[in-house]
């Protein structure tokens, strides 16, 4: 039969080579992933959740082992990823609408249709009167929402969350958990998340 997952992860390890020594981070790591799952990966700080996640979008090469998207082996960035970062990395100078768009324009991909598609998430999760504000206009949820919907807008097939929240304080992360779960099934997206806090895992 078929196989259904998406991303598959074989065997990975990863080890660093500093001037103080080895870091050995990962270890003979195996996942697999199937389209529409929403999984999270709890750990302390240091183990290494996002040098996992860089090595499945290709920011980084492991020491050993393979990651497969869609049967593909991953080799280099791939546009079928979108990557959130613990901080919203918001352009302070560029409006709500200009942010969301950015990915697009670095991708080159500016067209009347992606920009109808960006405006509409903004107005279906409560963003639409703040389409020409500036970030610092905004609390720390509406932003990380504005992050989200800047990485969906690219139409990523599979979304990989560093930390989303942790920027944010407890009330708000349960609550943005809560909608940004919500919003990944929504859109059908899969996601994988890392994070060292068990209740903004448990949220999504
Ligand atoms: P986590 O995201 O779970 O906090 P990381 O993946 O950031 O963990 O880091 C795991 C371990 O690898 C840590 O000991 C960290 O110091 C080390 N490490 C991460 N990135 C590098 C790097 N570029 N060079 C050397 N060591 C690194
Ligand atoms: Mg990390």
Redesign the pocket.
């Known amino acids: 039969m078929e196989s259904q997952s998406i991303m598959k992860i074989r065997n990975i390890s990863m080890t ?1 080579h ?1 001037l103080d020594g080895e ?1 050995e ?1 990962l270890k003979n790591i195996d996942l697999d992933v199937n389209k529409g799952d929403i999984i999270t990966i709890v ?1 302390p ?7 996992l996640l860089s090595i499945i979008a290709g920011l980084v090469n492991p020491s050993k082992g393979e990651v497969f998207i869609n049967d593909k082996k991953v080799n280099g960035t791939n546009k079928d990823i979108g990557y959130m970062f613990q901080r919203d990395h918001l352009f302070e100078w560029r409006t709500i609408m200009g942010n969301v768009l950015i990915g697009l324009e670095i991708q080159d991909k500016v067209t009347d249709e992606k920009k109808k598609f960006a405006e509409k998430l903004l107005d279906t999760y409560g963003l639409e009167d703040f389409k020409n504000n500036y970030p610092n206009q905004l609390s720390g949820g509406m932003r990380q929402r504005v992050a989200l919907i800047r990485t969906l807008a690219i139409e990523p097939e599979i979304l990989l969350l560093d930390e989303p929240f942790s920027a944010l304080d407890y009330q708000t992360r349960l609550a943005i958990a809560d909608e940004i779960g919500t919003i990944l099934k929504k859109e059908g997206k899969t996601a994988l998340m890392v994070t060292h806090d068990i209740a903004e895992a448990m949220s999504v």
């Open positions: 660093y500093t870091i981070t750990g700080s240091g183990c290494g959740k996002s040098t």
